[in-house]
């Protein structure tokens, strides 16, 4: 039976990532994926890099700005290795709040709890198509945040780990890691086992599912759509506010989202859900009343009880865990696959990861 020096349990973009670090520091890795890789919570996510200290828990704050800082780089050595032009936008975020809507979800934050700053022109030049339907009903802010699109940066890591020369093997469902003399030995999957002397789950939602520790993550649904926008510049910039976000691309697209559902795998959209959410951005933009519906989609995000990801080491010699990230996978996955490099491979992390600890969870 073949040999790796690690086995990556997921392909999302954490697994992926987490593979090309590991790769560079020499070893051999396979990725195993239960379906097709990159195609759960990474496909399914908006690509907003929020890195704003109120808008993240304290814990959670020195990774995210960190990991947005490296954002250009991580992006620029994926177009280089893959060939791929990914879409990583820069043009900043306005952030839309009403008085009676204070507290709820714009995904996640209203204006007035974000250190954002005011808006650098008028609303109606910044966005004229959103000034025009409810310029006089929101106190607008901005911040200078990035968003990429999440599938080229999935799609372009795939690519890039393969250039690499790292194994996969996919429709292979991890069951367990196998430990032989208290250490850990390989995995074993619904079809066959692998052999390793490192395994790290990368599984988002499902890797409570493998054994033997059963990590408290949960599936955290969110449904959204995407449409083709009238004029392709219509919306430039990301757009939040309390009911909905906008999210344009730069081919013309625009992402619509999303909700936050406790339905444990149920990866249905529902198509009231849908609409609701597409007369939201009507409301914000009357325009796309004429944008045409690509397609609408739900994805299903990594929870954790405390929501703050999973990183490190477990109680058992050789098994590591990098998950849990909920919201935040496509932004923390430079800074992820860096630390997580780091412990794998027994050096000291940049950063403490103390509070991400799988021990703070009972067993």
Not at 39 to 66: F, I, K, Y
Not at 98 to 120: M, Y
Request: charged share 20%.
């Amino acid at each position: 039976m073949k040999n790796w020096d690690a086995i990556v349990i997921g392909a999302g973009i954490i697994g992926l990532s987490l593979a090309i670090e590991l790769n560079k520091q020499g070893l051999r890795v396979l990725v195993v994926e239960k379906g097709e890789p990159g195609r759960e919570s990474s496909w399914a996510a908006g690509g907003m890099l929020v890195d704003s200290p109120a808008e993240t828990q304290p814990a959670l704050r020195e990774l995210a700005m960190a990991s947005a800082r490296m954002y250009p780089e991580f992006v620029h050595e994926l177009e280089d290795e893959s060939g791929a032009k990914i879409d990583l936008r820069a043009v900043g975020t306005i952030v839309l709040s009403r008085p009676e809507a204070v507290g709820q979800d714009p995904g996640e934050q209203s204006a007035e709890s974000t250190q954002a700053h005011a808006l650098p022109q008028p609303l109606a030049q910044l966005e004229a198509a959103l000034q025009n339907s409810h310029g006089q009903q929101f106190a607008a802010l901005f911040r200078k945040e990035r968003c990429v699109d999440p599938r080229h940066v999935t799609a372009a890591a795939l690519v890039a780990a393969r250039h690499r020369g790292i194994d996969f093997s996919s429709g292979d469902e991890v069951l367990c890691v196998e430990v032989a003399d208290g250490t850990v030995c390989g995995v074993r999957t619904n079809k066959t086992r692998f052999a390793a002397g490192t395994v790290v789950n990368c599984a988002g939602a499902w890797a409570g599912q493998v054994l033997p520790h059963p990590f408290p993550t949960r599936p955290v649904k969110g449904q959204m759509l995407c449409v083709v926008m009238p004029e392709k510049e219509m919306v430039r910039h990301v757009v939040r506010a309390p009911e909905v976000y906008l999210i344009p691309r730069s081919d013309g697209r625009m992402l619509i989202g999303a909700t936050a559902e406790e339905a444990g795998f149920d990866k249905r959209t529902v198509p009231e859900t849908i609409q609701k959410l597409r007369h939201a951005a009507i409301d914000l933009v009357p325009r796309l009343a004429e944008a045409r519906i690509l397609e609408a989609w739900a994805g299903l995000r990594p929870g954790t009880p405390d929501g703050l990801p999973i990183l490190g080491a477990t109680p058992t010699p050789g098994y590591f865990v990098a998950t849990g990230h909920f919201r935040d996978g496509i932004l923390l996955a430079p800074v992820t696959a860096r630390l997580m490099g780091q412990v794998v491979t027994g050096k000291k992390p940049e950063f403490d990861l103390s509070a991400f600890a799988a021990m703070r969870f009972p067993s």
